[in-house]
């Protein structure tokens, strides 16, 4: 049962979801409870005074761009030359691997950014030639672990870093901030942590605890960044500051899809760029990578969706040449099109089938695949989305193995939708009710947008816009009060006049100098009674 909504209960129930209230960044804990981190920076001190050669290796998603950014921009800088490798998601495949090290043969240190935790071969042949490898990573880690000169990774046991749900960037960020100690020089870390916001939104991050006030104060730095490439966004989208939802739905797009459709190189260039000239051509490379992502991306859904069979608690889909780098979005797209975790696998050219998980609702999905990795080429992720790789003739096997372990995990599929806060009465959606919603932002993973059901509800209007009518706007009354409602990308077809229950989040509409409230709507259920 829904419990009704008063406005003091939604203020409750949002507080309750800071059990350490609201943190600033004098709550950041301090750089050296990492494991490793003052070794690591002992290393990387002793590699610029004795002149080595540094690489830093990077990751195609947004978190490992931002971090291998981060690194660039540092040792620009403090004036020390290093290379950066991001490795081709097509040709090196993901993170330190056998394929990268021909190309570091020379490097004296070795720096991961963003990956590195399951690189066990790869530091084995860094050993052999004589590269000491730094790993700074944020994964799970695998039973066994790379034999590496530090590892810097807040999943390890040892570590007595209190956060266990930080991204790569804020990892490569710390490491900045113990290398400035060390180094004794002054630089400005809240031009860095504006890059690091970006990575938080864009890795799914919870937004709670120091991972809000990281993102707080990075969209602040980023709304009086001086950055060329901040500016060249801003001027694209005719915004003068940004937010939350245009760093997730927005930025983090482009610059995931340099990675997902040719080389994440040009998503660091673009934030690197150091004139405004070159900024807004990267940038334009970027909308290009991102217009051809969601063209592949909407087709290869399509050829997915025909292959779903709804008796399978786990869909489990086979393309002949999907573009491996849109499987992991229309994975996404089918789990919730389904409500079930979904694995989206392409034939690769290396003869292997590659592809993609995303989980939906509480499942673990990880859990659910990690015991199957006798029928697995590679597998790697964690609860929410894994990546892996596996043999034709294992997939049948593999597909009977998971079937297996969801229903023996007895994951419960979830009829209500958890982000509910509660059940609301036309009559209290007011300014009141959002100025209170706006003072738990930013939302995001681990504070979802507050989403409401109202009940008894009737359509007074529901008419098609957008270029091809893919959207609806509504009017809905409910005990003669009238809303306003818009929902976007569906095909649905509602009669006006009947009654529904309808779930929503609560919008503020700025047009033409007004401002009004209207209804995200979500769902819209036909009223049983």
Not at 208 to 236: C, D, T, W, Y
Not at 238 to 250: H, M, R, T, V
Not at 262 to 278: G, H, K, P, Q, R
Not at 332 to 340: I, L, P, Q, T
């Amino acid at each position: 049962m829904v419990q009704p909504l008063t406005l003091t209960r939604l203020e409750k129930l949002l507080t309750e979801r800071f059990e350490e209230g609201f943190l600033s960044l004098k709550d950041l804990p301090q750089p050296s409870t990492f494991k490793d981190m003052d070794k690591a920076t002992e290393r990387i001190v002793s590699a610029i005074q004795n002149k080595e050669k540094i690489t830093i290796i990077g990751d195609y998603d947004v978190d490992g761009v931002t971090s291998t950014t981060l690194m660039k921009l540092f040792f620009d800088e403090i004036d020390y030359p290093i290379e950066w490798i991001i490795p081709n998601r097509f040709k090196d495949g993901y993170g330190l691997s056998a394929n990268i090290i021909p190309r570091i043969i020379g490097t004296d240190l070795a720096i991961t950014v963003d990956n590195g935790i399951s690189a066990v071969y790869a530091a084995q042949l860094c050993k052999e030639e004589d590269i000491d490898l730094i790993i700074t990573d944020h994964h799970l880690l695998a039973p066994e672990i790379p034999d590496a000169y530090a590892i810097i990774d807040q999943k390890q046991e040892a570590c007595t870093f209190p956060y266990d749900d930080v991204c790569g960037a804020q990892i490569a960020w710390y490491l900045i901030a113990s290398l400035k100690n060390a180094l004794n020089i002054k630089i400005d870390m809240m031009s860095y942590m504006e890059l690091v916001s970006i990575a938080i939104i864009a890795d799914m991050m919870p937004l709670q605890h120091i991972n809000r006030a990281m993102v707080l104060a990075g969209i602040k730095a980023l709304n009086s960044s001086k950055r060329p490439a901040i500016k060249a966004f801003l001027e694209h989208s005719q915004k003068e500051k940004l937010n939350a939802e245009d760093i997730g739905f927005f930025l983090a797009p482009l610059l995931n899809s340099a990675g997902r459709m040719e080389d994440a190189s040009f998503a660091v260039n673009f934030l690197a760029s150091t004139n405004i000239y070159d900024a807004r051509v990267r940038l334009e490379r970027l909308i290009e990578f991102n217009t051809l992502r969601k063209a592949t991306e909407h087709d290869i859904t399509q050829k997915a969706m025909t292959q779903v069979d709804n008796d399978d608690e786990v869909i489990i889909v086979v393309g002949e040449a999907w573009h491996e780098g849109v499987v992991g979005i229309v994975a996404s797209r089918v789990a919730r099109a389904c409500e079930k975790p979904c694995i989206v696998l392409t034939h690769s050219e290396e003869g292997l089938l590659k592809g993609s998980g995303r989980s939906f609702g509480e499942c673990d999905l990880f859990a659910i695949v990690d015991s199957t990795r006798m029928h697995l080429e590679k597998f790697g992720g964690h609860q929410a989305a894994i990546g892996l790789s596996l043999k034709k003739q294992s997939l049948e096997a593999f597909k009977t193995e998971v079937e297996k372990n969801i229903k023996e995990g007895a994951y419960v599929k979830e009829v209500f939708d958890s982000e509910i806060v509660g059940a609301l009465h036309f009559s209290i959606i007011s300014f009141d009710l959002t100025n209170i919603v706006k003072k738990f932002e930013p939302y995001g993973q681990g504070n979802t947008t507050p989403k409401f059901i109202s009940t008894n509800v009737e359509i007074l209007q529901a008419d098609m816009m957008g270029k091809e009518g893919e959207h609806l706007r509504f009017s809905f009354a409910q005990d003669g009060i009238v809303m306003q409602g818009v929902k976007f990308k569906t095909k649905e077809v509602f009669e006006v006049g009947s009654k529904v229950n309808i779930t929503y989040t609560v919008n503020e509409n700025y047009f033409r100098g007004k401002t009004t409230l209207q209804l995200m709507v979500d769902k819209v259920i036909s009223d049983p009674s």
